[in-house]
């Protein structure tokens, strides 16, 4: 079932939006809001402290403890407070992070006390003493650091509208009942103040045309309200609130969006926030996980019907989330500036697999089978074990353990073992097979190069730049990538980035703070302004071109990779004179996604401005004392060993500790680098609040340099993970063939699979191995058995209506087409008219055949 954002929007007010998903199955007249909120509350407490049937279970004993250990420390921390303080220590009316930790405290007392232990005796639980303490700390909070609205909302808006209430909100629900008794009056004053504090809203509610109010933050803010609107028995407020947060089931349209939004999920898996972030990772794994979470808030009410609702969740877990998940693994091209926390893609996963499983709870019949196979999936393919104490809900962890012990149940991927993904609407591609996946992140002039904010991911200038992960099978990544990689892995160096020689700061060595602070400027640049997020946590680039095609299980990608959007307007005088702005590296590339290779063509490669610049055909990493081995083949036959510059024909890298390999052949390029470095850094190096931990790592780099001054280079290399050295040997008269490698043409054709695929970048006609493409465009073809033809076409740039392709050699009739796709019978071939108007880069099909 799929929500388009302007249907759902239609259909204002708020009971408009609620009859698209029609309550089941009481009538309007059987229909009893109390007794709805009643339930509400009690679904809530459920999900959070479990039940007396979940936690009787031996599962969540660990759980429990944690739940209980958590509580007493916070208890003695009370007990501890100096006067003026509410936990030992903790100072707080100067850092918003600190008020926060204080409403978490309180909730987590809170939750000890509500949380049931069959069989064990706990005095925390309903300990009426306990939850006093709890509210009477409200209270103190909201008179001395919460209640004054002119000296709160300082520091990050986050915390003000979104943070502090969703902890406030928890304890409420979870203490209704002794909240009522005991101070009835405090839950409207924290509702009140709550209210007040949603300043980027309208007379405190939600504002759908704010651009604070969207996405996964959209979701957050309506669950706080509607616990609220249960708290007060007010239908209207929970009703409301049940209304703004359908929007975010809505399907994005980029041409027909609704408040200016672009943040949500795309028509092909993609997930943006923060309206240019590729972000599935972090905020789409928080979405994803507190919208689960309101339908079992839910379940059993009339408010709304849930079910409506699960196959699209259901969808976005299909195609945006598994895609993305390798063994166990989150993926770390969708992840922003939370690449540079210590938390691990298994952790990341482990958020999502508790969403699936109470997904599947939801879901029925052969869609709630397949949910619970996935989870299964993960659990067999992970390196690491997932801990489900980490999961919200004892009630989750319950039915986690009972998905595993079923045995009618198979562990089944989300994903055809051998898969190729183009996440255009987020410049993101994910290419997989039985042994790897590769992951490779673009920019455009509509998705940001990269995201650093709040001194986090503190030198991320090229992760946009067609950086890339390739992640081998059997492998515990935390020993190739994570937090460790950008950590000891130069940032001018990552993997597949072509940079400029030069030393960059960051932002807070740039200006001594975590941001830029000019407001009297005429773009005002504070620390949540609009131009802060436009040119310094999330700039965008300023090329269109960056896109690519999908051919069953093959892939194609092309950037150009320009300057961002900071450079373009200091150029132009826009931005202020102390404003620091870097100059880019030129180039125009391809990636050719097949099955043992990912080849990668190259033109146009420059510094600007004459300056050197680096091409890393790879950077790996591994533990110090990894058994790791360089193995290659001169151009002239000789072998090479070990590290240097030369004429290289392969290169072979191998981990014997870790027993992963990786090939790299050259097909057309100048000397290569090849180092192998021992790296100490510490992870603050990335991340400000990040232990001061050094790291110490093993790091390959496999390099091409450019002189300063240099003519602009091509280069053509292909990688070919897990490769042998009898496999690279035979590459020397291989199946790969470049057919053309310029800015404004790259092509390739692969002998062994039939294919032939081409990126134009330019307008005007292009002429390569059989095809004749006018204007920029990215095609794929494959020639099968018996004359079958299969042919893909797509629109890199998003701007073209029509694209146009001819097929040479003799005439074909059409067997199959999508629709917007016209074939023809012409002189010298077949041609195919394909209407891209508003497809978004999305992939057009055909499949012909000899007449």
């Known amino acids: 079932m799929e929500i388009t954002r302007r249907s759902l929007l239609s259909a204002v007010p708020a009971a408009g939006l609620l009859a698209a998903l029609p309550a089941q199955p009481a009538s ?9 909120a009643a339930r509400l509350l009690a679904n809530t407490v459920a999900v959070l402290a479990g039940t007396t049937e979940s936690n009787s279970r031996p599962e969540t004993a660990a759980k429990l403890a944690a739940v209980d250990r958590t509580a007493r420390a916070n208890l003695a921390s009370m007990d501890a407070a100096a006067a003026g303080e509410i936990f030992a220590g903790l100072v707080l009316g100067a850092g918003e992070a600190n008020l926060n930790t204080a409403f978490r405290r309180l909730y987590e007392i809170a939750l000890a006390t509500r949380t049931p232990h069959p069989g064990t005796a706990s005095d925390l639980y309903e300990n009426t003493a306990v939850q006093r303490r709890v509210t009477d700390g409200l209270a103190w909070l909201h008179e001395h650091y919460y209640g004054d609205q002119s000296k709160g909302y300082y520091g990050n808006w986050f915390y003000w509208e979104i943070g502090l209430s969703q ?36 007379a405190g509610d939600v504002n759908l ?53 672009t943040d949500g999920y795309y028509a092909d ?9 590729a972000y599935t990772g972090s905020y789409g794994k928080g979405l994803l996980t507190r919208v689960v979470q309101t339908l079992k808030f839910l379940d059993g009410t009339d408010f709304t019907d849930a079910g409506a609702l699960v196959p699209t969740v259901q969808g976005w877990v299909r195609d945006g989330f598994a895609p993305l998940i390798f063994e166990g693994w989150m993926m770390e091209i969708v992840k922003g500036r939370a690449v540079s926390r210590p938390d691990t893609g298994y952790t990341d996963v482990a958020m999502v697999v508790e969403a699936v499983v109470d997904l599947s709870s939801l879901a029925s019949g052969a869609e709630s089978t397949a949910l619970k196979s996935y989870v299964k999936h993960v659990r067999e393919t992970s390196r690491a074990a997932l801990d489900p104490t980490g999961f919200v809900s004892p009630v989750s962890i319950v039915r986690y353990a009972d998905i595993l012990a079923d045995a009618t149940v198979p ?30 992140a673009r920019s455009s002039e509509r998705i940001s190069k990269y995201e650093y904010m709040s001194g986090e991911n503190l030198m991320p200038w090229f992760q946009g730049d067609g950086a890339h992960y390739l992640y081998l099978a059997g492998q515990d990544q935390t020993q190739a990538f994570g937090v460790d990689y950008f950590t000891t892995v130069s940032p001018y160096g990552l993997a597949g980035v072509t940079a400029p020689v030069e030393e960059r700061r960051t932002i807070p060595q740039l200006y001594g703070l975590p941001y830029y602070d000019n407001p009297g400027h005429p773009l005002n640049f504070t620390s949540s302004s609009e131009s802060q997020n436009t040119y310094v946590y999330f700039p965008r680039a300023t090329a269109r071109h960056s896109g690519g095609a999908v051919l069953g299980p093959y892939g194609t990608a092309a950037m150009v990779q320009s300057d961002d959007v900071a450079y373009r307007d200091k150029q132009a005088g826009i931005l202020p004179d102390d404003f620091v702005v870097y100059r880019g590296a030129t180039a125009t590339k391809s990636w050719f996604l097949l099955d043992e290779e990912i080849v990668v063509l190259a033109a146009g490669v420059g510094g600007g401005a004459g300056r050197a610049v680096t091409t890393t055909v790879d950077a790996r990493t591994a533990a110090p004392d990894d058994a790791v081995e360089l193995t290659g083949m001169r151009r002239d036959g000789r072998p090479w060993t070990g590290t240097g510059t030369g004429d290289l024909h392969w290169l072979r890298y191998a981990n014997a500790s870790q027993r992963t390999a990786v090939g790299y052949v050259f097909l057309d390029t100048p000397q290569v680098r090849v180092a192998l470095d021992k790296v100490t850094r510490s992870r603050r190096a990335v991340r400000t609040s990040n232990p001061d931990t050094a ?41 790969l063939q470049v057919v053309a490698n310029s800015p404004r043409l790259q092509a390739l054709t692969h002998t062994g699979l039939g294919l032939t695929a081409a990126n134009s970048f330019t307008t005007g006609r292009h002429e390569a191995a059989g095809l004749r493409i006018e204007g920029p465009a990215s095609v794929m073809v494959r020639r099968g058995h018996r004359g079958q033809v299969s042919v893909a076409v797509s629109d890199p740039t998003m701007a073209r209506d029509t694209v146009t392709v001819l097929v040479r050699g003799r005439a074909r009739r059409e067997v199959t087409a999508d629709d917007g796709v016209r074939v023809r019978q012409v002189h010298g071939g077949t041609l195919l008219e394909v209407d891209t108007r508003h497809a978004y880069g999305r992939s057009f099909t055909a499949a012909l055949r000899d007449d």
Do not use: C, W
């Not at 409420?172 to 007040?196: E, G, H, K, N, W």
């Not at 803010?221 to 809505?250: P, S, W, Y």
């Open 28 to 36: 309007a007249a059987d229909a009893d809001p109390v007794a709805d």
């Open 167 to 202: 902890y406030i909100s928890k304890t409420f629900a979870l203490l209704a009942d002794r909240v009522r008794a005991d101070a009835p009056a405090l839950l409207t004053t924290y509702i009140a103040s709550m209210d007040a504090y949603l300043r980027n809203g309208t």
């Open 695 to 735: 790291v110490t790592r093993t790091v390959l780099g496999v390099t091409i340099d450019g002189a300063a001054g240099a003519e602009p280079a091509a280069l053509a290399y292909a990688l070919m993970p897990n490769a042998s050295e009898a496999q690279l040997r035979s590459y020397r008269h291989g199946p």
């Open 269 to 277: 898996g993609s997930f943006i926030q923060h309206a240019s972030v």
């Open 209 to 261: 045309d704010s651009r604070f109010h969207t996405g996964a933050n959209l979701a957050d803010i309506t669950t706080n309200r509607l616990l609220q609107g249960a708290l007060l028995g007010d239908d209207a407020r929970i009703r409301k609130a049940l209304a703004d947060q359908l929007t975010v089931f809505a399907t994005i349209d980029p041409y027909r969006l609704e408040h200016g939004v």
């Open 411 to 440: 562990p089944a991927d989300l994903n055809p073992a051998a898969r190729s993904v183009a996440f255009n609407a987020m410049d993101k591609n994910v290419h997989r097979r039985p042994g790897y996946a590769f992951a490779l």
